[in-house]
């Protein structure tokens, strides 16, 4: 077991990230390679579910690309995300919001809390 937790902690990144959670609109800058170059793209979209824990946590983001709905999973600890920033706090009153997707035009939309 204690082999495990050393390999983990190998590869932990310790990179502090804001706090978020689900309903949130979030900005994160994660970096690709493509061949031998390396770029960095940004993707923008709402939280609809943070699952895991510890070291293992990843949450999923949702933005519509063309009104096509794109998903993506995010591992927290990954070493590829360079920065995440909180550009909208949404009101929500549920952990996973899986119910957007079948959500088209205005009615997918997320009040905003007022900070």
């Not at 549920?94 to 009615?107: E, M």
Request: hydrophobic share 35%.
């Amino acid at each position: 077991m204690d082999l495990i937790k050393i390999a983990e902690e190998a590869f932990a990144t310790k990179k502090e990230h804001p706090s978020f959670k689900s309903g949130d609109t979030v900005t994160i800058a994660y970096r690709i390679k493509e061949g031998n170059k390396e770029r960095i793209q940004q993707y923008r979209g709402v939280v609809i579910r943070i699952s895991g824990h510890g070291d293992k946590k990843r949450f999923t983001v949702r933005k519509m690309s063309d009104n096509i709905g794109v998903e993506r999973i995010f591992p927290l600890e990954s070493p590829f995300i360079e920065s995440i920033v909180v550009n909208k706090v949404g009101r929500v009153r549920r952990a996973k919001l899986y119910y957007l997707r079948a959500l088209t035009g205005k009615k997918a939309r997320i009040k905003e809390k007022r900070v």
